[in-house]
């Protein structure tokens, strides 16, 4: 069983940054992070192949957001710069079901807690 603890979320003013983190207890596939904002459908923001030399995003964090892992620390990173309003959220780190990345949610077998971002205008 793989066990995604998240963190880095907060506060931040509109243009600025945070980086999230997502400790993984046991090996993974491919990993990725998903956001919710009440109302709305859970959607995808980024992804990242096994070994990490495949990265997929999303349009409205494309040159944003940079995905990223660190295998020898079990450790996925979203870097988050140029932060909107719109970008407030929970974010959710994801264990993909193959080493493939993918953007649907159900290619995805295992979710951490979530981190709320909140960006102020």
């Known amino acids: 069983q793989v066990q995604l603890v998240e963190s880095g979320g907060g506060l931040v003013q509109a243009g600025g940054s945070l980086r999230l983190s997502c400790a993984a207890s046991g090996t993974w596939n491919a990993m990725g992070w998903f956001r919710h904002t009440p109302g709305k459908e859970r959607e995808f923001v980024a992804t990242?192949?096994?070994?990490?030399?495949?990265?997929y995003y999303a349009d409205s964090v494309k040159g944003r957001f940079i995905i990223s892992k660190d295998n020898s620390k079990n450790t996925v990173y979203l870097q988050m710069n140029s932060l909107k309003p719109e970008d407030t959220a929970v974010y959710y780190c994801?264990?993909?079901?193959?080493?493939?990345?993918?953007?649907?949610?159900?290619?995805?077998?295992?979710w951490g807690q979530g981190t709320q971002v909140t960006v102020s205008s």
């Open positions: 990242i192949s096994g070994g990490g030399g495949i990265t």
């Open positions: 994801a264990g993909g079901r193959s080493d493939w990345p993918e953007r649907l949610a159900t290619a995805y077998k295992y």
